[in-house]
């Protein structure tokens, strides 16, 4: 390597000085705030995921009690209950549940083996509906009135209707949650452009009174953060795509926490924009910060 | 002009300096050299009064404006305000950087100026490895690249012997020759005398009347 100084080669070297333990700092946050934001999109996607399964599986379904009239058996009452739902426009299948299969279903409130044999316990149809056009619980009520049938229909609404708004407030939580991770991004990089300008006073008065604007200096300022934030937020990211990995593959052999918390490797994906967003958060807040700093300067 | 509610640093100034025109300004310590300098070269603004640069009333510059008006006024500090992070060559490229040239267009210029000034084999050293004199041409490197109208000194003899003084002083005197004018500040009445340049002399923070120098001064 020669040592003798080419004019012909030179190139300008940056004006701020290099990266010190305040930036380290800086870098460290936005990592960290990268992972939860990372984690919080996944479970988003995830929760959204299993609520909309858990409405398909209800809306895709529904139930009839049962109870037997005059001198006909329970059995023959949910078979003929069976029979008349399934004539139904908007039911794929109507299948009238054995006795033991019924009582299993009310095991877990009495205790297995507790259920006294001669107690005359409803009989349950399992109904599968239509997904595209699925019979109304009316519908299928009407059906069974005209046929002179005592049950009651269970369309799960009063079910779905929960799971949608506890779905929506996952969503509108994990939304609060990243609208403060950003506004807590924002905080810190103005927190430390203010803090940048005061340490670099000497740079940028120099720069100020060689003829620099404050949109030339902020610049300066808004390309260091940005780029600050892009290297801290990817690192984040890797770190939150490789937990929610860990965790998907954590969960595989568990049915129900895979239905509690069904990631998809696509969701993983979620944080790919993560580097380009907090850059851009970065430089807004940055050049935002600097200009009212420098702003107030003669 | 006053600081806070500090006395007024300067009272009662009215000059005029002609463009292409060169003064000394001299003055004891704490008469308001340093603040003059300041009001001429936007670093401060004046507290009342009235300040003209180029035809335009400072007080009406817009601030927008102000970053074009800064860069046609050169400035050597007393304390160099040199950047630690960057060599010699960097510092010295600072103003044409600043104003948005390609390098291709201005570093010969830089480096024909550092030979000037004797820095030709510093180009790549940083400020901390220079001595006090080189520091000091390093300055006037970086003020005049620019080719500026109007160059401002603040004790610009002040750390380089004799010898580098008058090569400074002729370097000053030649870009006022090709048009710049030169106001230097400066504690150096010998040479001050020598130049045989006008002097405007502060005292006190007013302009002393200076018969053996004539000033050029308006009313």
């Known amino acids: 390597m020669s040592l003798v100084f080419d004019v012909n080669r ?8 290099r990266r010190d333990g305040r930036d380290l700092a800086l870098l460290f946050v936005v990592a960290a705030l990268s992972l939860l934001a990372g984690l919080a999109a996944v479970g988003a996607l995830a929760g959204h995921r299993a609520s909309q399964g858990w ?33 139904v426009r908007g039911v794929t299948e109507a299948r009238a549940l054995e006795a033991a299969k019924a ?110 604007t404050d949109g030339y200096i902020a610049r300066l300022f808004q390309a260091r953060f940005a780029r600050s934030a892009a290297q801290a937020a990817l690192a984040g990211a890797v770190l939150a795509a490789a937990a929610a990995g860990a965790l998907k593959l954590a969960t595989a052999g568990d049915a129900q926490l895979t239905a509690l918390l069904p990631i998809a490797w696509t969701d993983l994906a979620a944080v790919a924009p993560f580097p380009i967003l907090g850059a851009l958060a970065a430089a807004v807040t940055a050049r935002v910060t600097a200009m009212a700093a420098l702003g107030a300067r003669p | ?83 630690d992070h960057l060599s010699v060559f960097d510092n010295a490229a600072l103003s044409p ?55 401002l000194a603040d004790e610009p003899t002040g750390n380089v012997d004799e010898a580098m003084g008058q090569r400074i002083l002729r370097l000053f005197l030649e870009l006022n020759r090709v048009g710049a004018t030169v106001l230097i500040a400066s504690h150096d009445l010998e040479l001050v005398a020598r130049s045989g340049m006008p002097v405007l002399q502060l005292e006190d923070g007013r302009l002393a009347p200076e018969p053996n120098f004539a000033p050029e001064r308006t009313a």
Request: overall charge positive.
């Open chain 1, 103 to 212: 009582q299993a279903l009310i095991a877990p409130w009495i205790g297995p083996g507790a259920l006294p044999p001669d107690l005359p316990t409803p009989r349950l149809v399992a109904i599968e509906l239509d997904r595209k056009t699925p019979a109304s619980g009316a519908a299928i009520a009407a059906a069974l009135k005209a046929h002179g049938v005592d049950a009651d229909v269970d369309d799960h609404s009063r079910w779905s209707a929960q799971i949608m708004r506890a779905g929506a407030a996952t969503e509108g939580i994990a939304a609060a949650i990243f609208a403060l991770i950003v506004a807590v991004l924002a905080a810190v990089v103005a927190y430390a452009t203010r803090q940048g300008l005061a340490a670099r006073h000497d740079v940028v008065e120099a720069l100020h009174l060689s003829g620099a």
């Open chain 1, 55 to 87: 409405q398909t599986e209800l809306t895709g379904s529904a139930t009839l009690v049962v109870r037997a009239q005059g001198t006909e058996t329970a059995d023959e009452a949910a078979a003929r209950a069976a029979d008349v739902v399934s004539g």
């Open chain 1, 10 to 17: 030179w190139w300008p070297a940056p004006l701020l000085p």
């Open chain 2, 1 to 83: 002009m006053r600081y806070g509610r500090e006395p007024e640093v300067l009272k009662e100034i009215s000059f005029e300096l002609k463009r292409g025109s060169f003064h000394f300004l001299t003055g004891p310590s704490g008469s308001g050299k340093s603040t003059l300098l300041k009001l001429i070269y936007l670093a401060e603004e004046a507290s009342r009064g009235r300040i003209e640069i180029f035809g335009q009333d400072l007080a009406l510059l817009q601030r927008k404006d102000r970053p074009l008006m800064r860069r046609r006024v050169g400035v050597v500090f007393q304390e160099f305000r040199l950047l």
């Open chain 2, 97 to 151: 950087r600043i104003a948005g040239r390609k390098p291709a267009g201005y570093r010969d210029d830089v480096a024909d100026l550092l030979n000037w000034v004797g820095l030709g084999q510093r180009m790549q050293a940083m400020p901390q490895a220079l001595s006090g004199g080189e520091k000091q041409r390093l300055a006037i490197a970086r003020a005049v690249i620019n080719r500026p109208d109007i160059l």
